[in-house]
């Protein structure tokens, strides 16, 4: 396949390249070779190139950058990658030709087919600029220059992350909160406030530096550069007496840069200097990453100060969407008004369940405003008004906009009438769910439970399912149907929530959660609950009771906007039975006890009602035919 010209000089580079003690074979050393290849060198002559100008760089290049083996180590020289794609790129273009054999020709074309290979030439390029500034942002200069944003708020973060700033030694915090509290708005805020002049005297001189830990990983090719760069920028922070090391995303320094099969990482590098106090470092991660990655390295973890960082409540959320008012402004060329702030944090606080405060609250106006430039100039209005944030919300929650707004009261008001003109024949159940539902959204139920739990007693084909249905069209949410009778084994309760860990599909998640999850705002029907598993009455109690659900993964299904509605047939044969004595036709208090002996008592207490559904007479079933064939 290799001309026996192209064969003898790979040959004599890999040779030469042992006799050096090259730790490993480039594709600058393959160029070089190339030039005493006559077929190569002809065709660099015909375009141009200084044969040896071409061979002086390229020796000077190869002797200053590529490693070499120690005088004990027997490894051979090893081809990088960049020298296997291009000598693999040369035989598929031969085989795509119709040619027999590669030449030199060939892999020169290969060698300009390659991307810029030199790292190290831009590193050198750069070698008087210190570490700091390749791999690294100054935070005290991106405050001066305005570009960050204020700090509202977090004064006992900043008060705490200040004291351990002037310890002696572990003088090392660890903001660890969930993903958008406002983390990095601290470390942030910090730097802006010494640039201000807004900190004790002692951290008034102090800069604070953003590690980039992937610009740092970036063009690592060969063994040690990525330790090389590190100890390049430990050194500096060392020299410079008042340096704070800010890395966000902290638990990824763990096994970064590592060999495969070696250990000395980032986190072991550092561990050192974080301990003795010669390096004072912040660092940000969220909970489910502490516990997962970082807190298992016992010796990095007690090195750092823990301060968790908490949601802030609404009414802090809207402080701080006051204190960035005026960035948004300037940069979308609109107002925002004071009420249209607060529906921004009470709205995204009820309705984005998936995501935390403040960072949802900030993108809801930051995307009203994107969608008021985006509208032409005539028709622009510069007032951004709570009406344009429920449309946000709207969108962004994936419900009706008229749900999202405060004035749902119409839809209540003629909740049961509406309900009455779909359904025939179920007056007095639509009333008593109906009230149910209107108690539930004045405010005066429990907040931390669904909007309301129901059991639709009956027997078949009297409404059941058909009430569900037309209650989730009119209130303009989703209708999420499972059928119970899928449920009736004990190990199919994992399917509604995940299959535990060692498990097939442990990480698929559950189909009640996922769905949950994706449609926060719905009515769920569980279709003949009584010929579930009881285990899966046992894990309703919990969404029933507190308003959550945990999946397998962790991940908590929010129920506080669902309607549950269970539907059964038990004491529908009670129902159905002829009474003798005077309260003849009446088997109400029948089918009650029929209910009590089929639910267990902490089941039935968790609901709001119990809705009974009688069975059509003659006159209903007409109406019904009337309506579907007219």
């Known amino acids: 396949m290799l001309s026996k010209e192209l064969e003898f000089t790979l040959n004599t580079a890999f040779k030469e390249a042992r006799e050096r003690r090259y730790e490993f074979m480039t594709v600058e050393h393959l160029l070089l070779a190339l030039l005493d290849n006559p077929t190569a060198t002809s065709v660099l002559r ?57 030449t030199g020709a060939n892999v020169l074309v290969a060698i300009f087919g390659e991307q810029e290979q030199s790292e190290s030439v831009t590193e050198s390029g750069d070698s008087e600029r210190q570490p700091l500034e390749n791999f690294a942002t100054n935070l005290n200069e991106k405050a001066l220059a305005g570009a960050i944003d204020p700090l509202i708020g977090r004064e006992a973060e900043v008060e705490r992350t200040v004291q351990i700033l002037c310890r002696r030694r572990k003088n090392n915090p660890l903001f660890v909160g ?4 406002g983390k990095t708005a601290i470390a942030e805020g910090l730097a802006k406030k010494i640039v201000d002049s807004d900190v004790p005297e002692v951290l008034a001189d102090a800069r604070i530096y953003a590690l980039d830990l992937g610009a740092l990983v970036a063009g690592t090719k060969y063994r040690g550069d990525f330790e090389k760069r590190l100890k390049g920028i430990l050194a500096q922070l060392k ?3 008042h340096a704070v090391l800010f890395i966000d995303e902290i638990h990824t320094v763990i096994g970064a840069g590592a060999a495969s099969g070696g250990v000395m990482d980032a986190s072991n590098l550092i561990k050192p200097m974080l301990a003795s106090g010669e390096l004072k470092c912040i660092g940000s991660t969220t909970y489910q990453e502490y516990r997962g990655i970082f807190e298992k390295d016992r010796a990095l973890a007690r090195r750092f100060q823990k301060i968790d960082v908490t949601e802030p409540s609404v009414e802090e959320t809207i402080t701080i969407l006051k204190g960035l008012k005026s960035r948004f402004e300037e940069f979308h060329q609109v107002r925002f008004t004071s009420t249209a702030l607060r529906s921004a944090a009470e709205l995204s606080g009820r309705y984005i369940n998936d995501r935390y405060l403040p960072d949802k609250a900030i993108d809801v106006i930051d995307e009203a405003g994107a969608s008021r430039r985006l509208q032409p100039e005539s028709r622009r209005k510069k007032t951004i008004s709570p009406n344009d944030i429920e449309a946000v919300i709207s969108r962004m929650a994936r419900i009706p906009a008229r749900n999202v707004s ?6 209540l008001r003629t909740l049961d009438r509406d309900l009455k003109m779909m359904v ?8 008593t769910l109906s009230s149910a539902i209107k108690m539930s959204r004045s405010g005066l139920g429990t907040q931390d439970r669904p909007i309301g739990s129901f059991l639709f007693a009956g027997p078949t084909g009297v409404g059941k399912t058909e009430v ?34 060692g498990y097939v599909g442990y990480d698929q998640g559950g189909l009640l959660t996922d769905a949950v999850l994706q449609n926060p705002h719905a009515v769920l029907l569980l279709d003949e609950i009584e010929k579930a598993h009881p285990d899966v009455f046992n894990l309703l109690l919990q969404a029933m009771d507190h308003g959550t659900l945990t999946d397998n993964n962790g991940r908590k299904a929010d129920f506080r906007n669902v309607i549950i509605v269970m539907t059964t047939n038990a004491g529908a044969e009670a129902l159905s039975r002829r009474s003798i004595g005077f309260n003849m036709g009446d088997n109400t208090g029948d089918v009650l006890s029929v209910i009590q002996r089929t639910f267990t008592p902490e089941f039935r207490n968790r609901l709001d009602a119990i809705v009974q559904f009688q069975a059509l007479d003659q006159r209903t079933v007409a109406s019904v035919v009337d309506k579907f064939i007219i």
């Open 46 to 102: 015909a375009c141009g190139a200084d044969i040896e100008k071409l061979r002086r760089s390229l020796e000077q290049f190869v002797e200053e950058n590529t490693p070499l083996l120690e005088g004990d180590d027997t490894r051979e020289t090893q081809p990088t990658l960049g020298f296997q794609r291009v000598l693999q790129r040369a035989v598929f273009h031969v085989q795509s030709a119709g040619s027999k054999e590669v």
């Open 178 to 181: 969930e993903a958008g509290v």
């Open 239 to 241: 020299k410079e007496k």
């Open 406 to 411: 405060r004035s749902d009261l119409g839809v």
């Open 424 to 431: 025939y024949g179920q007056d007095e159940a639509i009333d």
């Open 468 to 501: 569900t249905r037309q209650l989730a069209h009119l209130l303009g949410i989703e209708l999420l149907r499972f059928d119970m009778s899928e449920y009736m084994e004990r190990h199919t309760v994992s399917r509604l929530i995940g299959a535990p860990p």
